[in-house]
């Protein structure tokens, strides 16, 4: 498995230094981390950036929710093969996420093993 730039998408800046932190103790796996606070901003750093090969995302965002995004990123064929990984408080709305293109979800709060789980089960090569 190539290392990881991974696109954090979430606008509370807690979590984003919480999953920060949690693989922070992986850099065998995480190159980079970029960090956003809207799917708007995602859009864009997308577009900067072609490197980003895993997407971890919010729902619930102000500007460009979760859906938004997914609906916009999704409609692009180059994004087709780069995982999202949900992160939600919400777990009732999980087949609708998974229907916008989402490929997995986590509930929040976010433990290690089950994060590092998910990003090797969707990035193996």
């Given at each position: ?6 696109l ?37 750093a ?45 777990d ?34």
């Amino acid at each position: 498995m190539s290392k990881l730039n991974i696109l954090l998408v979430d606008d509370d800046l807690i979590n984003r230094k919480l999953i920060k932190a949690l693989l922070a103790h992986h850099k065998d796996i995480v190159e980079k981390i970029t960090e956003v606070g809207n799917g708007s901003e995602a859009l864009g750093a997308i577009e900067a950036d072609s490197t980003i090969n895993l997407v971890l995302l919010d729902i619930l965002m102000p500007i460009m929710d979760g859906k938004g995004f997914l609906k916009e990123f999704r409609s692009k064929r180059k994004n087709s093969n780069i995982p999202v990984i949900v992160l939600t408080t919400d777990d009732s709305k999980v087949s609708e996420i998974i229907n916008y293109g989402a490929d997995d979800i986590l509930i929040k709060p976010i433990k290690e093993d089950d994060l590092l789980k998910k990003i090797k089960y969707w990035t193996q090569e």
